[in-house]
């Protein structure tokens, strides 16, 4: 709660301030093979600091889902290390589970079926408090006043979850990770499958509960529109890989990386005047199980040279917090220091 | 998009919202209605039967029906009708304690071999394998030699020739289950295995269960009166269907009522749990439900 | 201009459902000129997907009611009998799903499905020109390696391929009309974009007419030359994509397009408050009225018709004049 009296909307905290905070959590050179041979995770090297809000961008097979598992400790890594507020999660698991579940939550994609279909809403929401052992007349007094914050009728409680809309089965399913008062929550896609005219709502709620309770997002999403308007920062993963970091202005402004370009211009406008030049990138994605050699992309790159398929390029830092999986980056005109003009 | 146009069945519809869609069919209702009767036959017998089952009465063997004895009596005089409501307790009981057993035991094993690492799940798989290898005459047989005729004896028996059964559907159910949303939803939350298999696992893969043991139950009770007929169930002087059926086919040549009355109450039970086992899945199954 | 390729008028679709009756479409009138790709957006439960099915008379079993008249050239599909509207079905009008899967007979190679459609169109071909024919088709939606993928089965393709081979057997049957219902949803952003270009590509060889189906307006308003706004079985709004997106007479066209995030913009998001109407309900008054911010006492005296305000625009809005000039 340390952080809570900042300002909602947008990507609350300043800047600064976010650089001067440790990392909650530290991603470092963290791979997962399956079988020996399914690289789904390569080399992700992220760090997401107090109070951000960042946005995991990419396409099936670009490894985000993993990730996330990864990140809740549902899948264990078998290369480098994650890191919750300095302490390894894989320990933090072993020493104490549910420790690591209160500070550590996740929003599942399809809010609806993530609730157990044969309990009421009220027993769903007191199941953390039961798993916890925490007070229930305390918590169910916590469930009451969140349950009124987040907008939901109290009749809500004696329902079944396919009796409510999906607006409100993410509203429960928000509620069911704040009960437990955490510091991170990773949300999957959470507008997917949300109409438009609800899911300006459901944003702005979970803005102003990020502000409320300091709480720090990892927002996967394939709504560019969304991640460009909420995040602070935006990482594109593609094929089990980090191929692009930056502020999510700067991005959207100019992306560094070809794929990153690729991507940005796949979204439609309903503004003529915003309508981007639409590359159309060759091919389909490849299978992780096989991926290409050197650079990922460079299958599909409509800028490769021989280089990339030899050659696999680093994640590198580009300047202006951008970092930048490629050896030929655009031209972003932001990531020249100030002093090389 | 189409909102209420699949109103199939869900949670939170309750026995009576079931029983009701079971009821809807004409075979259902005639299931139902012989199921209820049985059942409260079977539970009330020693208040509603109008003699001591097991009171001879040698002066009035095979008595026809008449107001005192309704359906007559048996070569000891004893009264047929109190003797069959007090062969439908046993019968009930025999399939009760059987299929709960057989439906606990083998739902246990089915959930464990879907959970287990492979190896396991195969041992377990064999297990039901074995198991159903054997005719459940012959195993019935081979335990009763063993270990002589008894209602314990049958009802261990039939148990564990329905293992198999329930432990494969039960087995089915949770691998469709176990990559559900709401099971990973409670494991982020912390939960653990026991409780997710407890409270989220059994309350949805029960329906089918139950409808596969209201399945088993004529079965049962076929099983049951077949032993029985052969002396290898129930030892007299206890009634049972089977042992009622025996008594009457010795004295064929005295009275066909006996044997006429006790057969048709088996074949009326085996025809109602039929019906209603199959009204009851019907009911459970949203497609078919969709289609009327 | 030359008289519309459809023309629907009045078309009302009733369900029963155990809670009652359903009113899918609520009197829904639209024409479709040749030529032209309409799109059709709408949230969950306008009626956008129902319209789509009536279009092809494929209602599920429960439809109580189908009433109005959708014309097809015409041809009056509403009145035509099973029968003469299974020859209708897959030559005039074709039909492709967001999931191919569900469309696609996984038991038959693409080729076969795709001579199928061909021999319902062109009966007695030789098989060398059937075969010669599909390959050219897959060729134009942009598969490679056309002469190999005809022996493959749909599970040996990937889900943009799928979509493409679909899009392929509804044009192998040259339908006067074709209806796409959220063909892009279900694939992943650069495929999708592989497709919306594959759509741009053919209303050049394309000569009939196509209805866009999609919640996603941004798409729309690239792919298509007319718009229609549907929001609890009504059509709200219709008219030339351009004009009805850069000025919208209707005030839930104004508040969707306020829902677009489209900007760098901070501060709160826009929303539409309420909830969208019940099927099950009766209309008493216009259907956005109790979400309206402009919704006055005269809105609530019946659901106003579709208007005319000025050519080629129409809005169902009494108010459109004094409040979305």
């Not at chain 1, 949300?187 to 990020?210: H, R, W």
């Not at chain 1, 309508?275 to 991926?291: D, F, M, Q």
């Not at chain 2, 069945?9 to 299931?31: K, P, Y």
Request: contains cysteine; neutral net charge.
């Amino acid at each position: 709660m340390n952080i809570g009296a900042v300002m909602g909307g947008g990507a609350a905290l300043a800047e600064a301030e976010i650089a001067a905070t440790p990392a909650l959590l530290a991603l470092e050179d963290v791979g997962l093979v399956y079988n020996g041979r399914v690289r789904a995770l390569d080399g992700i090297d992220l760090a997401i600091r107090r109070g951000e809000i960042v946005g995991l961008v990419g396409e099936s097979g670009s490894g985000k889902t993993t990730l996330c598992k990864a990140l809740m400790g549902l899948e264990r890594v078998t290369a480098g290390r994650i890191s919750l507020g300095g302490q390894a999660i894989d320990a933090l698991i072993d020493r104490d589970a549910l420790a690591f579940r209160r500070k550590a939550q996740m929003l599942l994609q399809d809010a609806v079926a993530s609730l157990s279909p044969r309990m009421r809403i009220g027993r769903l929401l007191e199941e953390p408090l039961r798993i916890h052992g925490l007070d229930l007349g305390e918590g169910r007094a916590r469930i009451l006043a969140l349950l009124q914050r987040l907008g939901l009728p109290p009749n809500t409680l004696d329902k079944f979850p396919h009796q409510i809309s999906g607006g409100q089965a993410r509203r429960v399913a928000i509620l069911r990770a704040l009960v437990l008062n955490p510091d991170i929550i990773v949300a999957d896609e959470p507008t997917a499958g949300l109409d438009v005219s609800v899911q300006g709502d459901l944003l702005n709620l979970m803005l102003d509960l990020q502000a409320e309770f300091g709480l720090t997002y990892l927002m996967v999403s394939h709504n560019l529109n969304v991640v460009r308007r909420v995040t602070g920062r935006t990482v594109v993963m593609y094929l089990g890989q980090i191929v692009e970091e930056a502020p999510t202005r700067a991005l959207f402004a100019a992306p560094a990386h070809p794929y990153s370009a690729a991507l940005l211009s796949t979204n439609p406008s309903v503004d003529p005047a915003r309508r981007r030049a639409r590359t159309v990138l060759k091919g389909e994605i490849p299978s992780v199980v096989n991926p290409p050699s050197g650079c990922r992309f460079h299958t599909r790159c409509p800028q490769a040279v021989a280089r990339c398929a030899r050659e696999a390029p680093a994640l590198r830092e580009a300047g202006g917090g951008r970092r930048v999986r490629c050896h030929f980056p655009l031209a972003t005109g932001l990531a020249q220091p100030p002093d090389a003009a | 998009m189409m909102a209420g146009l699949s109103d199939s069945i869900r949670s939170g519809d309750g026995v009576a919202g079931v029983l009701a869609r079971v009821s809807r069919s004409f075979t259902g209702l005639v299931g139902l209605l012989i199921v209820a009767a049985i059942i409260a036959i079977a539970a009330l017998a020693p208040f509603i039967a109008p003699h001591d089952p097991d009171a001879i009465d040698v002066l009035n063997r095979f008595s026809g029906p008449s107001a005192r004895h309704w359906l007559g009596s048996d070569h000891l005089g004893r009264d047929l009708a109190s003797r069959l409501m007090h062969g439908a307790t046993v019968a009930m009981a025999v399939a009760l304690a059987a299929i709960s057993a057989g439906l606990t035991i083998g739902t246990a094993l089915g959930i464990l071999a879907a959970y287990l690492p492979t190896r396991w799940e195969r041992f377990i798989l064999i297990i039901f394998d074995v198991i159903l290898s054997f005719p459940s005459l012959i195993l019935a047989l081979a335990i009763v030699a063993v270990f002589g005729p008894s209602t314990v004896m049958v009802v261990l028996i039939v148990a564990i020739t329905l293992i198999p059964q329930f432990g494969r559907v039960a087995r089915a159910q949770v691998l469709t289950l176990k990559s559900a949303p709401f099971l990973e939803a409670e494991r982020i939350l912390g939960a653990s295995s026991l409780r997710i298999v407890t409270s989220h696992v059994l309350p949805n893969i029960v329906g089918p269960l139950l409808v596969l043991a209201s399945m088993d139950v004529p079965v049962v009770i076929t099983i049951e009166a077949g032993l029985s007929f052969l002396g290898l169930g129930v030892r007299p002087p206890q009634s049972s269907w089977g042992t009622l059926i025996q008594d009457g086919y010795q004295y064929l040549s005295d009275s066909w009522i006996p044997v006429l009355v006790s057969s048709v109450a088996l074949v009326l039970a085996t025809l109602g749990f039929t019906l209603f086992g199959e009204a009851l899945r019907d009911a459970a199954d949203p497609r078919l439900n969709r289609e009327r | 201009m030359a008289a519309p390729m459809v023309s629907i008028q009045d078309l009302v679709v009733d369900a029963s459902t155990s809670r009652g009756t359903a009113h899918l479409l609520r009197g829904v009138s639209l024409d479709i000129g040749r030529g032209r790709i309409l799109g059709v957006v709408g949230e969950s439960g306008s009626g956008k997907s129902t319209l789509a099915s009536a279009m092809l008379r494929l209602l599920p079993p429960n439809i109580s009611r189908l009433s109005g008249q959708i014309r097809l050239d015409g041809l009056d599909l509403v009145a035509l009998a099973p029968a003469e509207m299974e020859a209708i079905r897959g030559r005039r009008v074709a039909m492709i799903f967001q999931d191919p899967m569900t469309a696609l007979n996984p038991l038959f190679t693409v080729g076969l499905q795709l001579i199928d459609v061909l021999r319902r169109r062109e009966p007695g071909l030789r098989r060398a020109d059937e075969l010669k024919q599909a390959e050219a088709m897959l060729a134009t939606v942009g598969i490679p390696d056309p002469r190999l993928r005809l022996a493959a089965y749909p599970h040996q393709l990937s889900g943009g391929m799928r979509q493409r081979v679909m899009i392929a057997m509804a044009l192998m049957a040259q339908p006067d009309l074709l209806l796409a219902d959220e063909p892009t949803t279900a694939l992943d952003a650069t495929v999708e974009a592989q497709i919306v270009e594959l759509f741009d590509e053919l209303r050049q060889r394309f000569s009939g007419s196509i209805v866009f189906i999609s919640h996603h307006l941004g798409l729309v308003a690239e792919l298509c030359d007319d718009l229609c706004v549907m929001y609890g079985g009504v059509i709200v709004e219709s008219g030339p994509v351009t004009e009805v997106l850069a000025r919208p007479r209707h005030p839930y066209t104004r508040a969707l397009l306020d829902c677009e995030i489209d900007d760098d913009a901070s501060g709160r998001l826009a929303s539409i408050p309420g909830d969208v109407p019940d099927p099950l309900t009766v209309l008493t008054g216009c259907v956005f009225a109790p979400r309206c911010p402009h919704a006055a006492p005269r809105c609530l005296q019946g659901q106003p018709p579709l208007m005319e305000l000025e050519p080629g625009r129409r809005a169902a809005c009494i108010r459109a004049d004094e409040v979305l000039p």
